[in-house]
């Protein structure tokens, strides 16, 4: 079992930047492909960001290449998502997810445990 925890969200306005956190604890979290999809209003679970065990490879959703970076931490067993350059469509709670046993790192169906989320809201 693993257990994720983000925090760092909040309100900005657009053209600013926050760092969202993904603190996980339980089995080794060095073992995970990690996650950041966000979800908006009436709308469907999105993939944002991913990165391999090994830190070594990052993927981006087109909407937020260029602005948005992921990056982990092994040793604190972390995930952070730097965020900048927000813009009011960036508006949806964000999540961070797990995932053991590899498959297609964009779909939600892949990965094995969620956090709550952290919502981000952007104003214009």
């Known amino acids: 079992q693993v257990q994720l925890v983000e925090s760092g969200g909040g309100l900005v306005q657009a053209g600013g930047s926050l760092r969202l956190s993904c603190a996980a604890s339980?089995?080794?979290?060095?073992?995970?492909?990690m996650g950041w999809f966000r979800q908006a209003p009436g709308k469907e679970r999105e993939f944002v960001a991913a990165?391999?065990?090994?830190?070594?490879?990052?993927y981006y959703a087109d909407s937020v290449k260029g602005r948005f970076t992921i990056s982990r931490d092994n040793a604190k067993t972390t995930v952070y998502l730097q965020m900048n350059s927000l813009k009011p469509e960036d508006t949806a709670v964000y999540y961070c997810?797990?995932?053991?046993?590899?498959?297609?790192?964009?779909?939600?169906?892949?990965?094995?445990?969620w956090g709550q989320g952290t919502q981000v809201t952007v104003s214009s």
């Open positions: 997810a797990a995932n053991l046993g590899g498959g297609t790192y964009y779909r939600p169906g892949t990965y094995d445990y």
């Open positions: 339980g089995r080794t979290f060095s073992s995970y492909v």
């Open positions: 990165i391999s065990r090994s830190v070594r490879t990052t």
